[in-house]
T-cell receptor, first 112, second 114 residues
Framework: GEDVEQSLFLSVREGDSSVINCTYT??????LYWYKQEPGAGLQLLTY???NMDMKQDQRLTVLLNKKDKHLSLRIADTQTGDSAIYFC????????????WGAGTKLIIKP | DAMVIQNPRYQVTQFGKPVTLSCSQT?????MYWYQQKSSQAPKLLFH???????NEADTPDNFQSRRPNTSFCFLDIRSPGLGDAAMYLC?????????????FGAGSRLTVL
């Protein structure tokens, strides 16, 4: 079945770039998403990319998609303490009846 | 601001005592979802409505029910909460049209079962 995998933790120094990785199995993915969840809160959409694109940039965020390897990454430039959160990768697939397939989330830890 | 509001933010109940969680939206979105999220896990879809059409996930326990009386409101009823139902419950909405299925989430309702 469909599966989305992420590393559980990433630790970076404040001011460095963070790169959060995600792999997925379903080749019929249409869109891939990154959501951010701060402690005790709901999920907030950060960005998404259509599966026929290979890159999308939005201010400090850069999304790279390698469709051949089914690999998605989120790069956060100049990581700040406010970026501490759990980052979820998700995919929607054709005819999925509005269901998203979610990764388990990567907790981003910022070191001073 | 258009948004998704969940109430209550925190709910404490006793084992077996029914609970209702509510969700309202001002986005006029067609689709409303209920997710269950346990600590350090991905959100798990329980069910969703496209307008009035109800879609239950195959592994959602019968203990969980939902109602959507109108476009703006959706309720999650847990008929007999067990200790394993303690979790964050997230409501989300989406337009439901073709294209990216962008979900807007509420802040969640955290359920504690004693």
């Amino acid at each position: 079945g469909e599966d989305v995998e992420q590393s559980l933790f990433l630790s970076v120094r404040e001011g460095d770039s963070s790169v959060i990785n995600c792999t997925y199995t379903d080749s019929s993915s249409t869109y891939l998403y990154w959501y951010k969840q701060e402690p005790g809160a709901g999920l907030q959409l950060l960005t998404y990319i259509f599966s026929n694109m290979d890159m999308k940039q939005d201010q400090r965020l850069t999304v790279l998609l390698n469709k051949k390897d089914k690999h998605l990454s989120l790069r956060i430039a100049d990581t700040q303490t406010g970026d501490s959160a759990i980052y979820f990768c998700a995919e929607s697939i054709m005819d999925s009846n509005y269901q998203l397939i979610w990764g388990a989330g990567t907790k981003l830890i910022i070191k001073p | 601001d258009a948004m998704v509001i969940q109430n209550p933010r925190y709910q404490v109940t006793q084992f077996g005592k029914p609970v209702t969680l509510s969700c309202s939206q001002t986005l006029n979105h067609n689709v409303m979802y209920w997710y269950q999220q346990k600590s350090s896990q991905a959100p798990k879809l329980l069910f969703h409505y496209y307008d009035k059409d109800f879609n239950n996930e195959a592994d959602t326990p019968d203990n969980f029910q939902s109602r959507r009386p109108n476009t703006s409101f959706c309720f999650l009823d847990i008929r007999s909460p067990g200790l394993g139902d303690a979790a964050m419950y997230l409501c989300a909405t989406s337009r439901g049209r073709t294209g990216a299925n962008v979900l807007t989430f509420g802040a969640g309702s955290r359920l504690t079962v004693l």
